[in-house]
């Protein structure tokens, strides 16, 4: 049976741009991707929920997101409730096929933060559920530590890259350091990639 590969479109710290989103999801409706997935940091302080995720509906996109640091995972809920094919994954998980989707928003700084111990709790939780999948994708918002991320300063999460070493899934995508966008490399077998507001089309 011939392996079929998942295209997605990733991308984080919109912040309510809505030219930047409108961008993207005619980006995503020219590159026929199967999935997009929005890795925190939707709004600018919660200033407005409006056209962030309806963009990508309206191009008929299926629609995963996690919380940043400048939202709440209530917030994130209430985006993934407002609108069909869409899904708050903090602490949860999503298949496609035989690809299992886990992950965990927020950060250890902002507005909304999380510590190092929910944060390699939920990870645990919400891989759990998709471990004997043939293939994994890591959503978090935050860096991992080590990374090369953290040329901005700001240290990475130490939860985040035990969880990398640990379940080493194909791929893992964050934002959070929006210089950083595109950066990438390898943990052990994973491919770590800073998707930011870049965004990156990968398949999987």
Do not use: C, W
């Amino acid at each position: 049976m011939e392996d079929k590969k998942i295209k997605i479109l990733a991308v984080g710290d919109l912040h309510s741009d809505s030219l930047l989103i409108n961008r993207l999801a005619e980006k995503a409706e020219r590159e026929n991707v199967d999935l997009v997935i929005l890795t925190g940091d939707l709004t600018f302080a919660e200033s407005s929920t409006d056209n962030i995720v309806g963009p990508f509906i309206k191009k008929k996109k299926q629609v995963l997101l996690i919380p940043g640091n400048h939202e709440s995972v209530e917030t994130a809920n209430f985006l993934a409730e407002l609108y069909p094919n869409t899904k708050n994954i903090h602490g949860h998980h999503f298949i496609k096929d035989n690809l299992g989707i886990f992950g965990v928003g927020g950060a250890n700084i902002g507005i909304h933060q999380i510590s190092e111990k929910e944060i390699y709790d939920l990870l645990k939780k919400s891989h759990d559920k998709i471990k004997n999948l043939e293939k994994k994708l890591m959503v978090t918002h935050m860096h991992p530590q080590g990374t090369k991320s953290e040329f901005s300063g700001f240290p990475g999460s130490k939860a985040i890259r035990s969880m990398i070493e640990k379940l080493q899934p194909n791929i893992a995508i964050f934002s959070h350091i929006h210089e950083a966008a595109g950066t990438e490399e390898l943990i052990g077998k994973t491919l770590a990639i800073n998707v930011s507001r870049k965004g990156r089309i990968f398949e999987i």
